[in-house]
């Protein structure tokens, strides 16, 4: 079932009982085509080979039935200028939050694809359980403040630490197929938090689109991020500590961010982005970019982006990273 069609099927009686409350309308499909002059919009040639099923967190045909139909696995990775992360590229998507001490706490899904190094796995916050909880996944993490290990229970996610089973872990980090292994067996796939091109030439928006090869998120007092388009591959590149990480799509939501007092188990202060609300977005995915809008009016319910037209962007098919920055950020495309 496409994101669309579990739209229909499972939001669309909530925003009827919303309307009283303002809730916005289901946002429309664009149904722009975008070709190179002189050619004529790409067609897809009939097959008797049997196809497998799209994944819905990346609208890529999954390997096997069995892919398709798993759980999902979310690990909260830390990573600093030093750190040179692990597993990153296999994530089907990546939430990004600016951390303390120019760093960033990240969010990895994985469900379409293996990792066999994963981490640097650190602490369970905020940010993990409202971006990813409407997807049901299996956590693995190493614990956290009091007040964060309340919210990650009242969530009712499972997860595991290594505290749990040490064997899950290797030091900092695990594995997709050790995350798999603890995993309850008759957990359901996620839901598509994306609504992906179905058909060649499918335009990422429907309106005020550009052509864009950087990205680039400058935030006050740390280093920008800057996102480059590669041709050659159809992905967008950055460097994250000291890996290089590609993605198909690229998407820049602008949100609040609050300072939270933690005190135990140590006192401290850590940023965290308001995941719930609406606010400004930038996407980019192929050689492209569009301002639009997201909305995601609660924890069990997907983040709508839209273009200028209220209608759904559709980035191409393939794992996509969701930038949080705050109101304080510079954001441009080139």
Known sequence: MSRRQILRAVVGPLMVACLVTACQPEPKRSGVQVVEPGTAPATTAASTAPSQPPAPLTGVPAGTPAVATR?????????????????????????????????????????????????????????????????RPFVGYTGGPTGFLAQF??????????????????????????????????AAPPTPVLDYATTPGDALAGRDLAPARQLTVSVPGGPPMVWRYDAAKSVWTTRVGKATVAATSVVVLTTEYRTLDVRKPSPRSLPSAKVFGQGAAIAVSGPSGAKGTWRKPGQDLVCNVVDADGGLMHPQPGNAWVVYVSSTAKVTLG
């Open 153 to 186: 229970k009242d969530s009712k996610l499972g997860g595991i630490t290594p505290d749990d089973d040490d064997k899950a872990f290797s030091g900092d980090y695990t594995s997709t197929a050790a995350l798999w292994r603890a995993a309850p067996k008759a």
């Open 71 to 135: 759980p999902a696995l979310a690990v909260p990775v830390r990573v600093s200028p030093s750190t040179t992360p692990a597993g990153l590229d296999a994530a089907d998507v990546v939430y990004a939050e600016f951390a303390e001490s120019d760093s960033l706490h990240l969010t990895a899904v994985f469900h379409s694809r293996e990792a066999a190094k994963v981490g640097p796995v650190t602490e369970i916050r905020p940010v993990d359980i409202r971006s990813v909880a409407v997807l």
